[in-house]
């Protein structure tokens, strides 16, 4: 109720003042326009989601075809017009239904009367919030139950903006003669903002994937005239469904049991097959079915296929993900680019074996939800977080968790029988080659006899060398992923040291003289600045053991170097280490490798140094310094870091290399071992120069140039 009106008594005559205690007043409650400007604003995220809250009620209205068409929205003040073929709305049905804010004619889920579809709107609210995108909403529509008949009606918002309520603003609904089929016509007029590229591009790639483009046809054709729609609409229907190296089909019944099956290449291939004993079930949920195509997007494995790995990675580019289709119509925004709404990106990080990201599948989890368990959010982005969605998610959770498992198991038979067969093969080739010496002349056989024996000692030598390292790197690897778990785990009583600091202080505020106070206010904030150490500490490991550092490509030598230093901060300030960095930027260095491979060699030699002024080297008082270079040579990198610690001691500079080698107390003794590895396998080289420029180790890294076609 506006506040003037609470006033009105005042102006009454007295006559007027006087209630009849035999007569009740009656009074409404009232609400201002602005409520109306406010939903169109809060409740739609985009431009595009407004539009397809209007071609969600087309759906609702039985129709086959619902065309969109954009006029002039270029820029502000241009047009929408959707038109339907549905079954249209009566006199009634615009004045008790369309007209009637926050109260949706679909709450009684009963099938539409036509096509016997599940309607999926819900508030009523997302109707209005679309129509008030433009300065000027119109309503053409003709009843299938009131043939010949047809109903306009304008909504003109300037005319509310100006009014003090809502309910003081007059409506007219024209009725007139048509020989029209049914439908029904929306125009938004006036459009207060404009459409660029990227937002009809939305609103295509929306309208084509809304009613199910991939499977089971909801016999709903949505339409944009636009060249945008043909597009993305030409793309989609380009199907690499037949390509996918897994197909996952899970299926949850009404009772909540779940079952799934994997079919590999081709799609009629069963891998595994398994029932609710191992997805949890039971699942506190509607009944729904949960599909996933799963490719590998590499040239060896699309040299089987019809398609290439460009174009199915394209696809994947505008359709993957895994998307919620909810009674035949897709919900926003699962599915869309950037939101991994079943976590696969970040469990793949965790747990990268064998696992999809949303990069590398399109899925889809289908919801009937006839019992109306499922509730979307009044700003139509998504559905609130009850239990029956949680529980809905927790089943696709499991289907995926189960398809990653049994995948890790037939790789591990695979890896067993891989080895044995190979261990045999050895064996008959050796025979083989044995046999045939036999053969030869006399003259020949001891000395091929000899060439063979040299070559056995050989690969001997590098089997060797190789079992070597692959127990050095299982030993780094344990060790990293372990560090990540209980980095991971310090973050809590981190955090719990930090509050109790705060909460000490908190309580000896008002009990303490100042002086006290001041003494507890220094050692309440060391304690802070130790946690915070602890915590840059545990978040080390945690950030060098990412997987998307992993993929090969070219690194810039000086944002890896940057990266690092900023990570390390903390622990080097609390150290009283001084770091400068001194990196050629013009151009920057770049390359050919992966981030933690830069990352392994920068981290070791930087940890190197660190430990060297601490432990070994200059006094509590004195400066410590590192000093971290990049520079150019020809068509390769240098990369230079030195400190002013004591240099290589008790040791031959040629022995530091040599895993298990150190003069650190408690050390391992791997990471120079590492940094060589690194440089030699990017086709580099690291030599070490003690006292260098600054009195104590310098290392220096000599990397090759990556350089791109026409460089």
Known sequence: MPYENCHGVNNMSNEESIINED?????????????????GEELIPHVDQGILE???????????NCSVELIDVENAGGAI??????????YSDITAGWLVLGRSGKVGRELTKKLQRLPVGDKGLGRLAALRLGAQARLVTRSADNPGIEYELTLNWTDFDKAATVESVPLRIEQRVSIAAPGTEIEIIGLRISLNRMDVQRLARSLVLLADPFGSSTGFRPTLQSPEFEDISRLVSDLYFDDAEFKLVAELNAEGQASAVVYGYPSSNVLFRTNASDLNAPYKTALASFTMWTFVLDKPTFSRRNSSVTEVRDWLQ?????????RGLRVYPYGDKGHDWLDMNLRRAQSPEVRPSTNTVIGLVKVEDGGDVLLQKTDRTGFVENEAFIELRRFAHDALEWMAKERLKQREIRRIQDKTTAEEKLAQAKGLVSNAIKELP???????????KKLEDEGERVAKSLKEDLHLYRTLATVGTTAAVFAHESAQPVTRIERTADEIMRQVKGELNLYERDNIATLADIVKKASRSIRSFAGLPINLLKREKRKLGSVDINAVVTDLSELFTPFLTESKIGVKLTLIDNPSPVVWGSITSIESIVANLLTNAAHAL?????????????????SLSSDKVLLRVLDNGPGIKNINKDEIWLPGR????GGCGLGLTIVKDVATDLN????????????????????????????
Request: proline share 4%; aromatic share 6%.
């Open 684 to 711: 580099g080289n690291v030599q070490v120069i003690s006292p260098g420029e600054l009195g104590g180790a310098e290392f220096l890294v000599l990397l090759p140039l990556f350089l791109k076609e026409g460089d």
């Open 81 to 90: 017009r959707i038109v339907d073929d549905g079954t249209g709305m009566s």
């Open 54 to 64: 209007l071609v969600r009620n087309a759906y609702d209205a039985d129709a086959v």
């Open 614 to 630: 601490i432990y070994r080297g200059r006094k509590r008082t004195g400066i410590r310094s590192i000093l971290i270079e990049t």
């Open 23 to 39: 007569t009740e007043p009656t009074v409404s409650l009232k609400f201002a326009p602005d409520i109306l400007r406010r939903l």
């Open 662 to 665: 150190t003069t650190k107390t």
């Open 442 to 452: 006399n003259e020949y056989r001891s000395k091929v006899e000899n060439a063979v």
């Open 318 to 326: 505008e359709v993957g993900g895994v998307h919620l289709y909810h």
